[in-house]
């Protein structure tokens, strides 16, 4: 049966207890991952808790660590009948620690209908959208990522057929959204807060086998924890690798970009690069949302060809043509 509800910490159990103090533990957690993104003293962090016992992890950790200014966000998606109980626990948890917390509901499964997304795509995009509504424009958005997200996130986008960038996992930083827990593991977490004795809520949903990211947590990753019991820290590994790859052919890129720009405002293809260069510089130089594969591939292919006047539809109202092995952006 799936656990739902309010969990509360066991007596006794499988886990050994911790030979430290757990609150100063989960503190110690937080400031590995805020050191290690430059996070100031002082600064003001908005923390995104759902009142799993990650995002119970964050709060807690980071009001015992006290640096910084703390104000809680939690977005109730609308998708449980009892998921208002999660707001009231998640508001109750900030007032206990004296923090400003705000909750709005949304529904994310109509959205999901209207944007032709899956619910867990679509949950996604409202939540940073509300936290980035609700942030003070100072402020750093914390949310609670983990080393397993960040593993199962790989596998889900290798799966996927992604590139590095995909391989990469979650970045600890993107624009003002850090993730504090980003080295840490799941069950750690969770095992310290029960030895605190620090309630947390258990969503049912997690459990379900449609949703891609529950298989892979729950199948795929138990059977590669089986062949090699450090999985995860072995796919984190490798994702901090693709990301330093990432990042140099990026700096390559840019560099090869900035050389082929014309005084007109082209780039010019008149020697091309070897196609993987040839698609990286193109994807930087035509920015988010990247266009696919294809028809990155189908300027390429138009750029290096003969035939000039051809143009490209590159999606999101975008386009580029291809005159005298120059390429224009439109």
């Not at 590995?32 to 119970?56: F, H, K, N, W």
């Not at 939690?74 to 900030?94: C, E, I, K, N, Q």
């Not at 059977?223 to 994702?239: C, K, M, Q, S, Y």
């Not at 696919?292 to 035939?307: N, P």
Request: glycine share 10%; charged share 25%; proline share 5%.
């Amino acid at each position: 049966m799936a656990e739902q509800g309010t969990h509360k910490p066991l007596v006794g159990g499988s886990n050994p207890p911790s030979a430290t103090n757990p609150l100063a533990d989960l503190a110690e957690a937080v400031a590995r991952g805020a050191d290690g993104l430059g996070i100031a003293t002082g600064a003001s962090l908005l923390l995104a808790v759902s009142g799993g016992p990650d995002s119970m992890a964050l709060l807690h950790g980071a009001a015992r660590l006290g640096r910084w200014q703390l104000a809680v966000a939690h977005l109730d998606h609308g998708l449980r009948p009892d998921s208002a109980a999660d707001a009231t626990f998640v508001t109750d948890a900030a007032a206990a620690l004296d923090l400003p917390c705000t909750v709005r509901r949304t529904d994310v499964a109509a959205a999901a209908a209207t944007q032709g997304r899956g619910l867990e795509a679509a949950g996604r995009v409202a939540r940073y959208r509300f936290l980035e509504e609700v942030a003070a424009p100072d402020a750093l958005i914390a949310t609670a990522h983990t080393a397993d997200d960040s593993a199962e996130t790989i596998l889900l986008n290798l799966v996927r057929g992604s590139g590095l960038a995909g391989a990469s996992g979650i970045p600890p930083r993107r624009g003002r959204v850090v993730r504090l827990l980003l080295g840490e593991r799941r069950a750690r977490l969770r095992q310290l807060l029960d030895e605190a004795g620090i309630e947390y809520r258990l969503d049912p949903t997690n459990d379900q086998l449609d949703a891609a990211r529950n298989q892979v947590r729950h199948g795929v990753m138990r059977a590669l924890e089986r062949i090699n019991p450090a999985a995860v820290d072995a796919l984190t590994r490798f994702g901090r690798l693709a990301a330093a790859d990432d990042a140099l052919l990026d700096s390559i890129a840019a560099a090869e970009l900035t050389r082929r720009h014309t005084a007109e405002g082209g780039i010019e293809w008149r020697d091309p690069p070897t196609r993987a260069l040839g698609r990286r510089v193109l994807r930087l130089a035509i920015g988010d949302p990247a266009p696919s594969l294809e028809r990155i591939d189908a300027l390429l292919g138009a750029a290096e060809g003969m035939r000039g006047g051809v143009s490209i539809e590159l999606g999101a109202g975008r386009s580029a043509s291809v005159r005298e092995r120059t390429i224009m952006l439109e």
